[in-house]
């Protein structure tokens, strides 16, 4: 398929198709003058529309957006995909272990208001209940997207979110995850073929075997193998099926 590529002075202007880096169609954008606006389209990797709303002024409008899983059912979440932007927020924000800009109940961390942000959470009039619906929603939905790129002191770069954090030490984003909004972490992370579960029995051989041993570490990470276990975390090779394995390569190109 051919993109129709319009530019104004140097920026997109008209509608936009963006490919993955695989060659499935990711997306359909409008924009004017540089910025999105109008209806977009979203597409899962079997060719079935994954989501479907409006930005304006280069923002989503959440009420417009309707999400939909692979077999083409409409699922309850009224939010887009994260952008580039919004995931390296979160990425930001556990490596530098920041605090909200606005604290408040349930809300301490910078990367839980990223998080909250990504996810479409009306801060002002959410209830908590709510607000745990919709980030597990959208956990679910875009896991495989949250990617944190460009660390390279971390042995997580480019890997899962979940991963950055619990190399970062900031391990707080991975407990949260999993004990409060109880989100589906039995995934296999398409950046290296491997679960949460495999990357952190990893971690505990590397430390067991390397002197001076770091007990304390070794022990902690014992305990999220556990966690992990409990919740129904499997070994990337237990792993049959994903369900739904990959929705979209992020890194967009455009082709002529």
Request: aromatic share 12%.
């Amino acid at each position: 398929m051919e993109s129709k590529r319009h530019f104004e002075r140097g920026r997109y202007h008209s509608k936009w198709k963006f490919y993955s880096v695989n060659g499935h169609l990711y997306s359909v954008i409008p924009y004017v003058n540089g910025l999105k606006e109008g209806q977009a389209k979203y597409y899962h990797n079997n060719g079935k529309l994954a989501s479907i709303g409006r930005f304006k002024g280069d923002l989503p409008l959440p009420e417009t957006w309707l999400t939909y899983n692979k077999a083409g059912e409409v699922l309850d979440c009224h939010c887009p995909p994260p952008s580039e932007a919004q995931i390296s927020a979160v990425a930001m924000s556990v490596y530098e272990m920041d605090m909200a800009s606005a604290p408040r109940h349930w809300l301490t961390y910078g990367y839980q208001e990223n998080l909250w942000l990504m996810s479409c959470v009306d801060i002002q009039n959410d209830s908590l209940d709510v607000i745990k619906k919709k980030v597990t929603t959208m956990w679910n939905l875009y896991r495989e997207l949250l990617v944190a790129n460009n660390y390279p002191t971390s042995l997580a770069t480019d890997k899962n979110i979940l991963k950055f954090s619990v190399d970062m030490g900031f391990t707080t984003l991975f407990t949260e995850l999993l004990k409060r909004y109880k989100v589906d972490m039995n995934f296999i992370d398409p950046r290296d073929g491997k679960t949460i579960l495999d990357f952190i029995e990893e971690r505990i051989k590397f430390i067991r075997t390397s002197p001076p041993v770091d007990t304390d570490k070794a022990e902690l990470y014992e305990s999220f193998v556990k966690l992990l276990k409990n919740n129904g975390v499997q070994h990337h090779y237990e792993i049959k099926k994903p369900s739904d394995y990959v929705l979209y390569e992020y890194e967009l190109i455009e082709r002529d």
